[in-house]
C-alpha cells in the first residue's frame, strides 16, 4: 500500500511544474497498473482525483486488515487530508488567479507621475543639486523596490519567484516518502532488557 500512495503523488508534484514546462523528481512514476495511469492520464483535475483515488486506498486496507487503526485516529488522518486539500485550493488560487488588470495599470501610472514630478518638488525644496538628487533617488527607488516586491509575491508559485523553492519542498517530500517506506518495513521498537533504577 505504501508503494501506491508513493506512486499516486506522481500527479499532484507535477501541478506546477508542468505549467512552467519542466517536471519535478519523482520516484519510482511506473509503478502504478495501465488502467489507472489511463485514469490519471485523462482526468482534468488531477489532484482531486489523486486525493479521491488515497482515500480510496486508506478505506479499503482498513476493511481487509491492514490498516488496524481505532475510528478516531483514522478519522484524524482524513481530516488531516481534507485540511492539505483545502491548503492546495488556497494555493491554487495564488498560482492561477492574476492580478486585477486596472490595478497594475494604475499602480504603473503612480510609479511613472512619482518618477516624473518628484524630482522637480525636491529641487525646489532642497538648495543643492547632490542633496536633490539622493532624496529623489531615494524615494523613487523605495518604491519602485517595494512595487517589484509585490509583484513577485502575486504569485510565488512561479519559476522566476524565489520565494518559493518548489523543486526542494519536492526533494523534501520524496525523502520523506521514502522514509515512511522504510519505517513500514522495520519492525516494532522492543525493550531488550529491564534496567533496575536505583533510588
Not at 492561477?96 to 501610472?109: D, H, N, Q, R
Request: glycine fraction near 6%; charged fraction near 20%.
Amino acid at each position: 500500500m505504501s508503494r501506491t500512495l508513493r506512486c499516486m503523488c506522481k500527479p499532484c508534484s507535477r501541478f506546477f511544474g508542468l505549467r512552467a514546462g519542466n517536471e519535478f523528481e519523482v520516484i519510482s512514476p511506473g509503478d502504478l497498473d495501465e488502467a489507472t495511469e489511463v485514469a490519471l492520464a485523462e482526468a482534468t483535475h488531477k489532484v482531486e482525483f489523486v486525493f479521491q483515488m488515497i482515500q480510496q486506498l486508506v478505506v479499503e486496507a482498513q476493511k481487509v486488515g491492514v490498516l488496524d487503526i481505532a475510528p478516531p485516529i483514522l478519522g484524524q488522518a482524513f481530516k488531516d487530508l481534507a485540511g492539505g486539500m483545502m491548503v492546495f485550493h488556497d494555493a491554487k488560487k495564488l498560482a492561477c488567479v492574476p492580478m486585477p488588470f486596472a490595478y497594475g495599470i494604475i499602480s504603473g501610472g503612480i510609479l511613472g507621475c512619482q518618477a516624473a514630478f518628484v524630482p522637480l518638488m525636491v529641487a525646489s525644496m532642497t538648495r543643492g543639486i547632490h542633496s536633490a538628487f539622493f532624496f529623489t533617488f531615494c524615494g523613487i527607488f523605495l518604491t519602485w523596490f517595494l512595487s517589484q516586491i509585490a509583484t513577485s509575491l502575486q504569485n510565488p508559485f512561479s519559476r522566476t519567484a524565489k520565494t518559493l523553492d518548489s523543486e526542494k519542498m519536492q526533494r523534501e517530500l520524496n525523502h520523506q516518502l521514502l522514509q515512511l517506506q522504510k519505517q513500514s518495513l522495520m519492525c516494532s521498537p522492543k525493550i531488550t532488557q529491564m534496567r533496575r533504577v536505583r533510588r
